[in-house]
């Protein structure tokens, strides 16, 4: 017989290293979910940006041919929607270049993202072009 009953449970030592892998687990699940999100901001804020885009060079067919000139624009901030806002999260630049040819017209349109941690305009954008021509009728 022994003289120690028999004690039955955890020591400290495995207590400490129970909890140390928990925190782990924890740790790489949260820094997962974070970049996952990061990721499917990201996905959607330039998915937003090439529709302002793609929707800027639609309204070009609202336009005259000789009109065209008048979309040009520098560094408009605008909204989810394309409309000009000043706290839009998008920046748009249309150049509209009539010396490619004769009768032919490139209109380039830029979608710039503003970054939403540093609430600037960088590195980050879309861009989308379409040539235009000049229908001649008699």
């Known amino acids: 017989m022994s003289l120690r009953p028999e ?29 996952s999100q990061a990721l499917i901001y990201s996905a959607r804020n330039h998915y937003v940006a090439i529709n302002i885009a793609k929707s800027r060079l639609e309204r070009a067919r609202d336009f005259s041919y000789d009109q065209l000139i008048n979309l040009n624009e520098t560094n408009i901030v605008v909204n989810d929607n394309g ?27 830029r979608a710039d993202i503003r970054n939403s941690k540093t609430l600037t305009f960088k590195d980050d954008y879309e861009s989308v072009a379409s040539l235009y021509t000049e229908y001649l009728t008699q």
């Open 83 to 109: 409309v000009p806002a000043e706290g839009g999260y998008f920046r748009r630049s249309t150049t509209v270049n009539t010396n490619i040819l004769p009768g032919l017209t490139k209109i380039e349109v």
């Open 7 to 35: 004690i039955s449970g955890f020591t400290l030592a495995e207590a400490v290293i129970s909890v140390a892998l928990l925190l782990l687990v924890i740790g790489g699940s949260y820094t997962l979910v974070n970049r």
